[in-house]
């Protein structure tokens, strides 16, 4: 095996890696603990459209729906990472972005980009989003978050609770993670419930290296019931 191709294993192996955690909040952050300092020139390299993705998706929703002009909308970027979401909303002329990640070791690179209002690390999207007021946000994105070993479609429950009415809720799902997981049926059962309907849906696009992800807008309409615990 040449040098490139070793790397290229290694690389490979630790985005991998990190879809096999089972939601395990402790053994998510030692993993980016241990990762976030090779966590952007990885994906980088692997081609990780994700981010780019999200950002155009919640820009076009912004111009096709909202009244107010980007630079005034409150965004919430759900499990933040380093924040490589963040950045790309900024060029597309957003301003007023917080953040929230699990790592506070990823949460405080995210702080260190100066785009955001705003970063809280030790946030867990698998629980409910208590250090976050109902419908204080015109839009939340989410990012490479919904996917193996991280997030439970509940999440996207809180993601709804966070949005205020008549905002949006953008997220990636990974392809493998919407076909293992009860992703569709959250989205029917929220939209049964009066909560959200989905307004935009972009299936199988880019995400990283080979894998391909669902990128999702929904219009939410009125805040969620639930049980109190993403977990149950
Ligand atoms: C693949 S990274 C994506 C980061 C960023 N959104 C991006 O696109 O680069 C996944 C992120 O989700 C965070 N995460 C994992 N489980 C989480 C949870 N239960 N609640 C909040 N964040 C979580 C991880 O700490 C990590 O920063």
Known sequence: MTGQNGIRLARKKRIEASTALDGDADRLVQYYRAWAGCYELDVEREHYRSPLVVAELAGAVQAAYMDKERAAIAI???????GLLGIELDQLGF??????????????????TGIYRNVQ????????????SSASYDMTVCCGVFMLGHVSPHGLRELARATRRNGFVVVSTERIYAEATSFE???????EEGVLTPVQYLSNGRYIGEDEAHYWAFQVHRAPGGNGNNLG
């Open 185 to 191: 049926t959250e989205v029917l059962r929220l939209q």
């Open 95 to 112: 301003r007023l972005i917080d953040g929230f990640d699990l790592s506070e070791t990823m949460a405080d690179m995210a702080r260190q």
């Open 76 to 82: 919430l970027d759900a499990g933040c990472g380093t």
């Open 121 to 132: 690390g030790d946030i867990d999207l698998n629980r409910p989003l208590s250090d976050y």
